[in-house]
């Protein structure tokens, strides 16, 4: 449909109930894997709209399908649910100096917001799709240890049917368009250990993982691409005259090459075996799987960047940077989809408590979920 000024005049109209939104939505706990609450509120308020055949998934994806029936192409459009932080009571919100300062609010909350208002004037106005289905979706799982649990079953279901992917996600500056891959595992060493004084000389398994870490920090990473790698948690031992029976840690590697985590793995479970041969207990559990992308049909992909591209730059007026990223973009890549990540909000401190949003970029980071979005109708 062509967006005329009414289209725009109703962003403006609307700016006031989206804020509301974004306030009241911010606040309820939605961990990974534990989004329940937010899945509920999302689903009543689509209803409560007009949305019709509104769904909640076994993976608490909230699916608003839009022309949909049959078997015939779809475009998804979806913004995530969760947020990195494990409160279960109400999270901390204020409003200062032009901004929304919450636990999440960037991450994913304001993106969500911004694609909701697309999907309240769909409903109310009964548009229907000119050239396919679209199927919103607010997602599960994108964070972590959710490990894009939302945007697979959506593919699952979907994915024979996807002809473009976008979710929106981070900031207006960047377009994620490459897949950046990764491995994510739990590695626990488990020893006899025993008391410090008398049963010195026992094998102390903080020891046998701080070594493990050593050994994994003195990998040279491939040339070819970028890869990352990095331990983020590490635990174990009882008390200071303990010598630690147990210890372990979290350790992930990434990369925007395939064959570079081929090579990484190979390394992380070479050095696994190193220290099993010296008789301690190593026990390597995968917590996250992210995949790479394949080949694409260019053309098709390179159209869809330039629409993102072009939404962004119109009602931002910032000259858009692409980028690789681990997003749910992720999935719809590996199975060689046009897929790109778009940033519907301005604002920082993302993944920290003091993370916050912008104010003034709520309303044209509607207008470009509403560019994207109206362009099937």
Known sequence: MELTQTVWEYVEAHGQEAYDLLVELAQIPAPSNHEEKRAAYVRDWLVAQGAEGVTVDEALNVIYPVGCEGEGPITVYMAHSDVVFPDTEPLPLKVEDGRIYCPGVGDDTANAVALLTVAKYIAQNKLAPADGGVLLVINSGEEGLGNLKGCRAIMETYGARVREFVTFDGYAEGIAHRAVGSMRYRVEIDTE??????????????????????????????????????????????????????????????????????????????????????????????????????????????????????????????????????????????????????????????????????????????????EMILRHF
Not at 198 to 209: D, E, H, P, Q, V
Not at 211 to 222: A, E, G, R
Request: aromatic share 8%.
């Open 193 to 370: 250990g025993g008391h410090s004084w008398g049963k010195f000389g026992n094998r102390n398994a903080i020891a046998y993982l701080a070594s493990l870490i050593d050994t994994l920090y003195t990998v040279k990473v491939p040339p070819k691409g970028r890869t990352t790698y990095n331990v983020g948690t590490v635990s174990g031992g009882t008390s200071v005259n303990t010598i630690a029976q147990h210890a372990e840690m979290l350790y992930e590697f990434r990369s925007d090459e395939y064959e570079n985590l081929e090579i990484m793995e190979r390394h992380f479970r070479a050095a696994v075996e190193f220290y099993r041969t010296k008789g301690v207990g190593v026990t390597v559990t995968l917590l996250g799987k992210r995949p790479c992308g394949i080949e694409i049909d260019e053309t098709a992909h390179g159209a869809l960047m330039h629409r993102a591209a072009e939404a962004v730059a119109h009602h931002y007026g910032v000259e858009v940077k692409f980028r690789a990223g681990s997003t749910d973009c992720n999935i719809p890549l590996s199975m060689g989809i046009p897929a790109v990540c778009v940033g519907c909000v301005r604002g920082g401190g993302a993944h920290t408590r003091e993370e916050y949003v912008e104010i003034d970029s709520l309303i044209p980071g509607i207008k470009v979920a509403f």
